[in-house]
Each structure stands twice: as C-alpha cells, then as structure tokens.
C-alpha cells in the first residue's frame, strides 16, 4: 500500500462477488500506520478516537488497492450481566477466564465504500486474524468476543449476517477512569463464540437469559381482568385485553433492566398491579395498602 491508495475517497458502489481480490488486514498497533488508523476512525466513527488503555489490536482493511476501512479489538468489559449469564460462569470462574475474552470496540467501513455484505464478511474474517495476533501477542487465546451497538444509529444487521449472537441491551453506563458513569445511551450486546472447547465446556445458551417481555406479560395476564372497564372508561376501543397487555408489557420492558434488586421489581409488579384494579384511588399509599399492606407503604412511595 502507498500514500496515494489511502487516499483514494472515489465512492466504490459494487456488488462484493464482482471483485476477485481478497479482503486483507494489515496489523497497525505499535507501528507508523497506527496513526492513519487514529485518524481515520476520529474523522470517520461516531465515537470517534480515545487511546485505548490495556491490550489492543488494530487493523486497517484493504482489497486489492482500496483502503476500506478500520477495525480493532481490546480486552472485554471486566463485568457484564447478560454476557455472564450467556457463558453460565460464576465469578470466581470469570476471573479466571476474563483475559480470554476480547471486544470489538471499533469497526468502521468507510463512508466511500458501499459495498452490500462486505461488513459481515469483514467481521468473519477478522476474528480469525486476531485469534492469531491476540494469542500471539499476549499469550491468551481469545475464546468468545462481544460488541456494543448503539441502537439509536444502527441495527447490528452486519453482526447479525455474521452469526454473532444477541444478549440483550446495556444498562446505559460507561466507564470513565476507574468509576462507571451513567450516559442514557443505551447499546445492544452481541458475542460469538471463537473457541469450540470454550462452547463445550461453558455451553453458552441464550436460554439463561431473562425473557422481560414474557414476565412482564405473565403478570399482566396474572391480575384480574379489571383493565378492559378500564380502557373503555377512557374511551380507548381499538384494543383488545390480549393486545394492550403486548403493548403494555413492551413499553415497561426497557425499565426493567434498571431494577437490578428483586424487592424493586416486586414494586414495579405491585404498581401495575394497583394502576390496572378496580382501586378507586390509584395514587402509591392506597395500592400498597391493598396488595402488600401498611408495613410497606413508605418502602413503595420511596421507590416511586
């Protein structure tokens, strides 16, 4: 590659099966390219550039003369719900097992190269690039990987083509030195699996994961029909019970994920609970009252 190559911003729409040139990742961390790759994912990724801290691996993505664009790896969040519960590890085990996981904190396809599928099939290939690199460099053998995407900006469709799989979506906190921040921005988590001994020993199963929607449904359901007086009391008739209970359950669904202790999300339960009675008076201290008692009136009002 010479400067002119990296230089090249002609747009390039083309089908990927028209190019007989293979996809390339040129290794960049540690070397005088490290900082076209700085550059370019400050100018050109929306979270744009900050050193990374800890172990990294960069790339810059070519095909035949064509800079494409940038990837990198570093090591995996040290603590993550969903993919802990994904693996099925306590936390003893995951600190054992922690250096072996990695995160694709950047990937970026330049905004000149439209070219349909070549996300996922970069994304593929990358992972056996930096099995390699990441072992070689520090002597941990990468065993699974995983991704935040902000779903406000993108879908995670090429990580989707790519096999990798959903775990559920972050709590909104990022790290800032030491310390976790809370940032409102809220990111879907994916991961795949790179090492078969790691899948049968662990047997990673989406199945440990908490189905929201349906607990929340399951609740619902669970009190007594009251709610459709309800809804014709409002003047609401184009929905049926089994409908707004969907509807309900999907927009409580995003709160969930907040209420970490099992007291809170009894709270949540009883609140609903009391909004959809035949309560005269659906204000916190008469719903307490009605479904846990007086002993937990101030504990409900201090929820709310």
């Not at 900082?35 to 990724?45: I, S």
């Not at 790896?73 to 054992?96: H, M, N, V």
């Not at 699974?144 to 709590?171: C, H, M, P």
Request: net charge positive; glycine share 6%; hydrophobic share 40%.
């Amino acid at each position: 590659m010479n400067k002119d190559e990296f230089f090249d911003r002609t747009v390039l729409t083309v089908d990927f099966g028209s190019f007989t040139e293979p996809v390339r990742f040129h290794k960049v961390d540690e070397t005088k390219r490290e900082v076209l790759w700085d550059n370019l994912v400050r100018e050109h990724h929306y979270l744009g550039y900050e050193s990374m801290i800890g172990g990294r691996v960069k790339y810059l993505i070519t095909m035949g003369k064509r800079l494409l664009g940038a990837i990198s790896f570093c090591s995996a969040a040290y603590k993550l719900g969903p993919r802990d519960l994904f693996i099925g590890w306590d936390e003893k085990t995951r600190l054992k097992y922690l250096p072996h996981l990695l995160n694709n904190n950047r990937f970026l396809i330049l905004p000149w190269i439209q070219i349909r599928n070549l996300a996922s099939h970069v994304l593929s290939l990358s992972l056996k690039m930096v099995r390699t690199d990441w072992k070689k460099q520090y002597d941990a053998e990468p065993y699974l990987v995983e991704t935040f995407v902000d779903r406000a900006k993108y879908s995670g469709t090429s990580y989707i083509a790519a096999n990798w799989t959903y775990l559920g979506v972050t709590q909104g906190f990022g790290r800032q030195g030491k310390s976790f921040v809370f940032h409102g921005c809220e990111k879907d988590i994916y991961a795949y699996v790179m090492n078969r001994r790691f899948k049968k020993i662990f047997r990673p199963d989406t199945g440990r994961l908490p189905n929201e929607r349906e607990e929340l449904l399951k609740m619902i359901n669970g009190i007594p029909v009251h709610f459709p007086k309800i809804l014709e009391k409002i003047g609401v008739t184009s929905l049926n019970s089994e409908k707004f209970a969907q509807l309900l359950a999907e927009h409580l669904e995003p709160y969930i994920q907040f209420l970490g202790r099992k007291e809170h999300r009894s709270h949540l339960i009883i609140m609903i609970q009391g909004r959809l009675s035949d309560l005269e008076r659906k204000s916190m201290e008469p719903i307490a009252l009605a479904f846990k008692g007086a002993g937990e009136v101030r504990n409900m009002a201090n929820f709310m």
